[in-house]
């Protein structure tokens, strides 16, 4: 039987109900509890969904790196998610919500001080998130620290001092120019 469909298994059919109980706690109380949601559904990703599959990087870990509340009313935590497959700004609610029709939808979100467009998508274990991919596949790294590393300079970057900007869902950043560098705005 697959694992899916039992209802033993941590992220099965009704896992949703069963985390959307334990996960009503917003603000800094509740942002542990999240992302630790997070790693643990990736984690069984890797184990029971992604196994053998030649994009994997054996090198790698899932690993939340820097998650902090992104909005005024604290509602909202976000970091970068680092797995063997991809590593992606996620944009994760801090209680658990239905996806409704923002599935696949894309938006402009501000992340620290740019605009990147984001897609929306949903998990029985951990709701509703928005993700942003930085890199994918995971090929150019050799090691977890390098990994590591590369996602806290984004997040670095992201949220430096004196870099606060307002940013206007028009001035939204490819991702591949912050990669490189250059802002949005900026002149190539």
């Given at each position: 039987m697959n694992a899916m469909a039992t209802d033993a298994h941590p992220f099965g059919p009704t896992a949703a109900l069963?985390?959307?109980?334990?996960?009503r706690v917003g603000g800094p109380a509740g942002l542990a509890s999240r992302v630790e949601q997070l790693e643990a559904f990736y984690r069984w990703v890797h184990t029971e969904r992604m196994q053998g599959l030649p994009i994997l990087n054996p090198a790698?870990?899932?690993?939340?790196?820097?998650?902090?509340?992104?909005?005024?009313?604290?509602?909202?935590?976000?970091?970068?998610?680092?797995?063997?497959?991809?590593?992606?700004?996620?944009?994760?609610?801090?209680?658990?919500?239905?996806?409704g029709q923002r599935i696949g939808c894309k938006r402009e979100r501000a992340f620290g001080?740019?605009?990147?467009?984001f897609i929306g998508a949903h998990d029985p274990a951990i709701g509703w998130h928005e993700a942003c991919a930085l890199f994918s596949p995971m090929g150019g790294f050799d090691r977890h620290e390098l990994a590591r590393e590369t996602a806290?300079?984004?997040?670095?970057?992201?949220?430096?001092?004196?870099?606060?900007?307002?940013?206007?869902?028009?001035?939204?950043?490819?991702?591949r120019a912050f990669l490189l560098g250059r802002r949005a705005g900026a002149s190539s």
């Open positions: 069963r985390i959307s109980a334990t996960a790698l870990q899932v690993e939340a790196v820097g998650f902090r509340l992104l909005d005024g009313d604290g509602m909202v935590a976000g970091g970068v998610l680092i797995t063997p497959w991809f590593m992606s700004l996620v944009c994760l609610p801090l209680t658990w919500q239905d996806g001080n740019q605009c990147f467009e806290c300079a984004v997040l670095a970057s992201l949220f430096a001092e004196g870099q606060k900007t307002s940013v206007a869902p028009g001035d939204r950043a490819s991702r």
